[in-house]
């Protein structure tokens, strides 16, 4: 069980937006920033969005981070059959003083 | 470039020890955080430990503590974890992960390849 809760799988369609969400708590989300990773089939994550909502140089801007008290939300627009990969969120918990990972969400672009 | 180059993986047997290196090159290793990260086989992330730049901050999941030592030597560039007592839950791909300026980031913005460590008798 995680500590950050992740639906197990999300779909769409090419072109389409499709959102993944991440709910923790006050002692992770609620009061640290949040940071999401792609992961591609047999290879290392890759990190998509830090600090909530920023974009590392040369992610798409297609991909954008929220966060909103104790949860947060990938959303990925004018989705790509190269989209179609592990998503997970992640954020530093105060109460437990260790980092923690949702559980992921396979994206199925269909 | 930067590069992390995690070695020491292999198989052993439950209760044994092993100890991984991460050697890291093309940034001023003292002067980030650094992180293991390990997944299972077809399963999710989980933090192991992380470590500050000067070594003054460690912290541990709560599924390796007391077995599992981090430590860095920055003249080296290098990190390492020391695992003990090693159990079946164990056997998971282990990736050494560059953290921010600050202990408590997440955002971990290069990673090595990994090295496998596997448990079993």
């Known amino acids: 069980q995680s500590v950050l809760t992740q639906p197990p799988s999300a779909s769409g369609t090419p072109g389409q937006r499709v959102t993944i969400s991440c709910s923790g708590s006050?002692?992770?989300?609620?009061?640290?920033?949040v940071y999401w990773y792609q992961q591609l089939p047999g290879t290392a994550p890759k990190l998509l969005i830090y600090?909530?909502?920023q974009r590392p140089s040369g992610v798409p801007d297609r991909f954008s981070g929220s966060k909103s008290g104790t949860s947060a939300s990938l959303a990925i627009s004018g989705l790509r059959s190269e989209d179609e990969a592990d998503y997970y969120c992640a954020a530093w918990d105060d109460s437990l003083s260790q980092g923690v990972f949702g559980g992921g969400t396979k994206l199925t672009v269909l | 470039e930067v590069q992390l180059v995690e070695s020491g993986g292999g198989l052993v047997q439950p209760g044994r020890s092993l100890r991984l290196s991460c050697a890291a090159s093309?940034?001023?290793?003292?002067?980030?955080?650094m992180h293991w990260v390990r997944q299972a086989p077809g399963k999710g992330l989980e933090w192991v430990s992380g470590?500050?730049?000067?070594?003054?901050?460690?912290g541990y999941a709560d599924s390796v503590k007391g077995r599992f030592t981090i430590s860095r030597d920055n003249a080296k560039n290098s990190l390492y974890l020391q695992m003990n007592s090693l159990r079946a839950e164990d056997t998971a791909l282990y990736y050494c992960a560059k953290g921010g300026y600050s202990y408590g980031i997440l955002g971990f913005d290069y990673w090595g390849q990994g090295t496998l460590v596997t448990v079993s008798s």
């Open positions: 093309g940034f001023t290793f003292d002067d980030y955080a």
């Open positions: 600090r909530n909502n």
């Open positions: 006050s002692s992770n989300i609620g009061s640290n920033y």
């Open positions: 470590i500050s730049w000067n070594s003054g901050s460690i």
